[in-house]
């Protein structure tokens, strides 16, 4: 049996709440994804990228 790698992002992140004209709920889950990672103590280019949300967190 094989298994493909796995990791997780241990930590927090949140957008401000209400109204966010002009982004996009990728934008929105880049943001929340940046602030996770930071609260895990990690930095994006320690993460493997594969989602859009994923790929915005990292610009």
């Known amino acids: 049996m094989t298994t ?4 997780a992002v241990v930590g927090v992140g949140t957008t401000t709440f209400g109204r ?3 982004l996009s709920a990728d ?6 994804l940046r602030e996770a990672i930071a609260d895990a ?4 280019a320690a993460s493997t990228v594969s989602s859009p949300a994923a790929s915005a967190a990292t610009k």
């Open 41 to 44: 103590g990690l930095t994006p």
């Open 20 to 22: 966010l004209p002009g």
């Open 4 to 7: 493909s790698p796995r990791a």
């Open 27 to 32: 934008d929105l889950g880049g943001w929340a």
